[in-house]
């Protein structure tokens, strides 16, 4: 199963808005509604931020949003904030029953 | 508080083995799915395997099939990693998660074990 393809790096101004994407295939992302993200800072356990595409748990802030179209899902940070600096992870369920994260995002405010 | 603990990390040599435990509280331990993960030094997440509420089913990545068994013992609410034949390009970060549902999505994470793989 090969990792999901996410952008290696992406930045935003304190305040703006940012996307990054996440791109499968139809056997893992455009076939399930199962695509996740995770915060991970430097050191840190990573964090659920979103599942099941676009669904938030307790707790996380409502600038985090997520989306899908076809085998590509977005994961969109909206007032970026210092705190929101961190590497970025999608994950998908896969047609093996199986799951697979995303090569990683690193966020960068400016 | 919810919090897996991972422990039983180390410095092994190749071709051996080595088992992993994760401890369990602050949620109802044999209800919950739960997952594997690790990740290399200054490399991504990388899924190893999940294990149903009751143990009757478990998955595994291409990349450990064969080598690692996930494994829970309810009644100490913890699970268990055993691996075998141990590779270099197995050391990482070892993490636990429990799963939100549907062994699709690793929910609360430990902080992690390190496994050295070398000679």
């Known amino acids: 199963q090969s990792a999901l393809t996410q952008p290696a790096s992406v930045s935003g101004s304190p305040g703006l808005s940012i996307t990054i994407s996440c791109t499968g295939t139809s056997s893992d992302v455009g076939g399930y509604n199962f695509v996740s993200w995770y915060q991970q800072h430097p050191g840190k356990a990573p964090k659920l931020m979103i599942f099941?595409?676009?669904s938030r748990p307790s707790g996380v802030s409502h600038r985090f949003s997520g989306s899908k179209s076809g085998n590509t899902a977005s994961l969109t940070i909206s007032g970026l904030l210092p705190e929101d600096e961190a590497e970025y992870y999608c994950s998908s369920y896969t047609s093996s029953s199986t799951l697979v994260f995303g090569t990683g995002t690193k966020v960068t405010v400016l | 508080q919810v919090q897996p603990v991972e422990s039983g990390g180390g410095v092994v040599q190749p071709g051996r083995s080595l088992r992993l435990s994760c401890a369990a509280s602050g949620f109802p331990f044999s209800s919950y799915g739960m997952h594997w993960v690790r990740q290399a030094p200054d490399k991504g997440l990388e899924w190893v395997a999940v294990?149903?509420?009751?143990?009757?089913?478990?998955y595994y990545a291409d990349s450990v099939k064969g080598r690692f068994t996930i494994s829970r013992d309810n009644s100490k609410n913890t699970m268990f990693l055993q691996m075998n034949s141990l590779r270099a390009e197995d050391t990482a970060v070892y993490y636990c998660?429990?799963?939100?549902?549907?062994?699709?999505?690793?929910?609360?994470w430990g902080q992690g074990t390190m496994v050295t793989v070398s000679s």
């Open positions: 998660a429990n799963d939100h549902g549907d062994y699709a999505v690793p929910l609360i």
């Open positions: 294990i149903s509420y009751d143990g009757s089913d478990k």
């Open positions: 099941d595409v676009s």
